[in-house]
């Protein structure tokens, strides 16, 4: 499995190391609940951007964006964190840490539509998730690479600003970033 990180915009797809991916637990009482997890320290902080997260549901390579949709078999919100300015716009050898990237539990595409999926942040921000982007985002990973059973691609929401998190100077203070829609929600914490 690997999490591939693709700007619409420019046509780059990024591939991130698995162990950037940090899953959502799957238990049924969990669902809608925020994902909470906890990073190292970073001495200039975080950058943290919502995105979108689609699950490939088979192998696929050079695939054309009208039938992009068929090879999709979950959706699902992300935190994308990274140290501060590493990622402004996609960039090719950009390094991640473990967990950098936090899913929210998968939800079954069935009903989903770009107009009803409106993300919210605890800092007041509301944007819709680039749905109709995923069909450019799943052919332009395609192009550069074998998209394989189970592989995430993401896409960040462009109208939602990174959040900037300072490191606390106290292990009690935390900064938390969360984003949530009626059905996926998700939370980082960090100290």
Not at 54 to 61: N, Q, T, Y
Not at 69 to 83: D, K, M, T
Request: with cysteine; charged share 15%; glycine share 8%.
């Amino acid at each position: 499995m690997k999490a591939v990180l693709v700007d619409v915009v420019e046509g780059v797809a990024v591939t991130l190391p698995d162990t950037a991916v940090e899953r959502a637990p799957l238990r049924e009482d969990l669902i809608g609940r925020p994902v909470v997890a906890y990073l190292p320290d970073c001495a200039g902080g975080c950058d943290v951007s919502v995105c979108l997260a689609v699950r490939v549901s088979g192998a696929c390579k050079a695939l054309e964006e009208c039938f992009a949709l068929r090879y999709i078999n979950g959706v699902a919100l992300a935190l994308l964190v990274s140290p501060c300015g590493m990622l402004s716009g996609v960039r090719a050898g950009v390094l991640l840490h473990d967990g950098a990237v936090q899913l929210a539990p998968w939800s079954d595409v069935d009903g989903i539509t770009g107009d009803n999926l409106l993300v919210t942040t605890l800092g007041g921000y509301s944007a819709m998730l680039p749905w109709n982007d995923v069909p450019k985002a799943m052919s332009v990973a395609s192009r550069q690479m074998t998209l394989r059973t189970g592989d995430v691609v993401l896409v960040k929401v462009a109208e939602l600003p990174a959040v900037h998190c300072l490191p606390a100077t106290a292990a009690t203070r935390y900064t938390t970033v969360a984003a949530s829609t009626p059905t996926m929600s998700v939370a980082k914490r960090f100290k």
